[in-house]
C-alpha cells in the first residue's frame, strides 16, 4: 500500500503540513533564481547563491547532530519553522523596496543556508520517531521525498505562472505563509516516543563519527552520495542558465524544465513508497547513477527544448533513486540513538556536496560556459562508476551492520 505509513497520526500530520510548506519552498526558489540571473546576468552570482543555500550544512549539520539526539526535536523543529518564516518575509520586503541585491542576495542565502542545515537532519531525524513501527520506516522516508518531489514538479510551473501574471514578492509571501501550515501541523501532534542521547556534547558528537566513519560499509555509501551529488546535482546552479541563453526563453521555460526533473523525482519517490521489500537496494542505487551519468551526456551534448526535458528527467529520476534508498538504509540499519548524528552526516554529505558542485559549476560556466560545466561533471561522475563497476558485480556489497 502506497501511503501505509499514514495510518500513525502523528505522521499523517507532518505529511500534510511539510507538503504545503514544501510547495512555497520550491515556489521562492524558482523565483529567486530568476530574479536573480534577471538582476545581475551573473553565472557566478547563480553559483555563489545556491552554494551558500546548501554549502552550511557540510560544516553544521554534522555539528547540529550531536545536539539533534539530545533535543526534543518537535519544539525545535517549530522554532526552526518560525526563523524560515522571518526569512522569507525579509527576501519578499527587500524585493517589494527594490533594495535587492548582491549583497543581500548572499546574506539571505547564507542565512536560508544555515537555516537548512539545521532544519533537515532535524526533520530526517524526527520522522523515525514519528513511525511506531521500524518495518514502516522505508514507505514513511519514501513518502517523505514524495513530498519534496511532488512539490519539485508543481511548484516551478506555478512559480512560472506567478511570476508572468504577477511579481517575484508574491512567491516570496506565499512561501513565508506556508511554513505556518508545518508549524501548526508539529503543535497538533501528540505522544511522540522519542529516543535521546545522554553524555557531554563531545562525547556524543564523537560516538557518531566513530559509527559512521569505522564501519567500511556506512563509509562507501557516504563517497557515493558525495560523488553523485556533487556532479549530477550541478544541473540546479546551471538550469537558468541553459534557459534564457540557449533556449532563449523566459520563466515559464525554467519552470517547465525544473518540473520535468520534478516529475523524474516524483516518479521515483512514488516507486520506492510502494516497494514492499529492499531486497535489491544496491543494484537500484548503482543503476540510478547511471541514469544520472546518461542524463549529463543529453544535457551536455544537446541543445534541444525536448532533450532538456529528457536529460532533466533522468537526472530527476536518478539523483532521488540513490539518495532516498541510501537514506532507507541508513536509517533502517542505525541504533535510534544514533539516528540524528548518522542522519545528520548524512544530510551533510549529501547536500554540502551539492552546494560544491553548484559553486564550482557557476565559476567553469562564468570563465567558459554552462556547456563545459555539465561536460566536467560529466567526466567525473563516469570515471566514478567506472571504478565501482568491478565492485559492484563482484557482490561484495552489502547492507550496513553495527
Not at 16 to 27: A, K, P
Not at 185 to 209: C, D, E, P, S, W
Not at 314 to 325: D, E, K, P, R
Not at 362 to 384: E, P, Q, R
Amino acid at each position: 500500500m502506497l501511503f501505509r505509513s499514514l495510518i500513525f497520526p502523528n505522521f499523517r500530520h507532518y505529511f500534510i503540513g511539510h507538503t504545503l510548506s514544501t510547495l512555497g519552498t520550491w515556489i521562492q526558489q524558482v523565483a529567486l533564481a530568476w530574479l536573480v540571473y534577471k538582476l545581475t546576468h551573473s553565472a557566478a552570482l547563480l553559483g555563489l547563491s545556491s552554494f551558500l543555500a546548501l554549502f552550511p550544512q557540510l560544516v553544521v549539520s554534522p555539528l547540529v547532530g550531536a545536539v539533534i539526539d539530545t533535543l526534543n526535536k518537535r519544539v525545535a523543529l517549530i522554532v526552526v519553522q518560525a526563523l524560515f518564516l522571518i526569512q522569507a518575509l525579509l527576501l519578499a520586503y527587500l524585493t517589494y523596496f527594490n533594495l535587492l541585491n548582491a549583497s543581500s542576495i548572499i546574506v539571505l542565502a547564507l542565512f536560508l543556508g544555515l537555516l537548512t542545515a539545521i532544519d533537515t537532519p532535524l526533520r530526517q531525524s524526527f520522522i523515525s520517531e514519528l513511525i511506531q513501527d521500524r518495518q514502516y520506516i522505508g514507505n514513511a522516508l519514501a513518502l517523505n521525498a514524495m513530498i519534496f518531489n511532488s512539490c519539485r514538479f508543481i511548484g516551478p510551473p506555478i512559480a512560472g505562472f506567478l511570476l508572468a501574471i504577477s511579481n517575484p514578492f508574491t512567491c516570496f509571501v506565499l512561501n513565508a505563509a506556508s511554513y505556518l501550515f508545518l508549524m501548526l501541523a508539529l503543535l497538533l501532534m501528540r505522544n511522540i516516543h522519542a529516543t535521546q542521547a545522554t553524555g557531554k556534547l563531545k562525547q556524543v558528537f564523537q560516538q557518531g563519527y566513530s559509527f559512521i566513519f569505522k564501519n567500511q560499509d556506512y563509509k562507501r555509501m557516504m563517497i557515493g552520495i558525495a560523488c553523485l551529488n556533487f556532479t549530477a546535482s550541478s544541473y540546479v546552479a546551471l538550469l537558468p542558465i541553459l534557459s534564457k541563453d540557449y533556449l532563449h526563453g523566459d520563466a515559464k521555460v525554467l519552470g517547465y524544465l525544473w518540473g520535468m526533473a520534478g516529475i523524474g523525482s516524483l516518479l521515483s519517490s512514488l516507486l520506492l513508497a510502494g516497494s514492499q521489500n529492499d531486497d535489491n537496494i544496491h543494484q537500484r542505487i548503482f543503476y540510478s547513477k547511471f541514469l544520472c551519468a546518461l542524463g549529463l551526456i543529453f544535457l551536455s551534448a544537446l541543445n534541444l527544448f525536448s532533450g532538456y526535458l529528457l536529460a532533466l528527467f533522468l537526472l530527476g529520476f536518478g539523483i532521488s533513486t540513490a539518495n532516498v534508498s541510501t537514506n532507507i538504509l541508513i536509517q533502517k540499519n542505525t541504533p535510534a540513538e544514533l539516528r540524528g548524528r548518522s542522519v545528520s552526516i548524512y544530510t551533510a554529505i549529501r547536500f554540502g556536496f551539492d552546494a560544491l558542485g553548484g559553486l564550482i559549476a557557476g565559476a567553469i560556466a562564468s570563465v567558459y560556459s554552462a556547456k563545459w560545466a555539465l561536460m566536467f561533471f560529466t567526466v567525473l561522475l563516469c570515471l566514478y562508476l567506472l571504478h565501482q563497476l568491478p565492485q559492484h558485480f563482484s557482490g561484495k556489497i552489502k547492507d550496513p551492520t553495527y
